[in-house]
Nanobody
Framework: VQLQASGGGLVQAGGYLRLSCAAS????????MGWFRQAPGKEREFVAC????????NYADSVKGRFTISRDDAKNTVSLQMNSLKPEDTAVYYC??????????????WGQGTLVTVSS
């Protein structure tokens, strides 16, 4: 397994969760990392991405100001801190490695997903 996401769970609206994604060193180094999510009955959508250097970050409008993406090159991990969660954030969250972009097509490697459920 090259990408392993964890940290999902059940949380009440207004709460927080921190997702983590562990990657193999070869895959992590030099690649941008992204988080996507897919809610039941909906298409997968972009959430956030961070450049290979960590200097650039991009967020979907729906999560700006609430979510923060970060990477730890020493641990080969990328994290997504999710605050002020809303029921509409409920989805399976996937981490991915590839190019710095919002399009899922630019990411060649995907983790297995972790379920986030936000209750109202």
């Amino acid at each position: 397994v090259q990408l392993q996401a964890s940290g999902g769970g059940l949380v009440q609206a207004g709460g927080y969760l921190r997702l983590s994604c562990a990657a193999s060193g070869r895959l992590f180094s030099g690649n941008a990392m992204g988080w996507f999510r897919q809610a039941p009955g909906k298409e997968r959508e972009f959430v956030a991405c961070i450049s290979w250097s960590g200097l650039m970050r991009n967020y979907a409008d729906s999560v700006k100001g609430r979510f923060t993406i970060s990477r730890d090159d020493a641990k080969n991990t990328v994290s997504l801190q999710m605050n002020s969660l809303k029921p509409e954030d409920t989805a399976v969250y996937y981490c991915a490695a590839g190019r710095y972009a919002q399009s899922a097509d630019e990411y060649g490697y995907w983790g297995q997903g972790t379920l986030v459920t936000v209750s109202s």
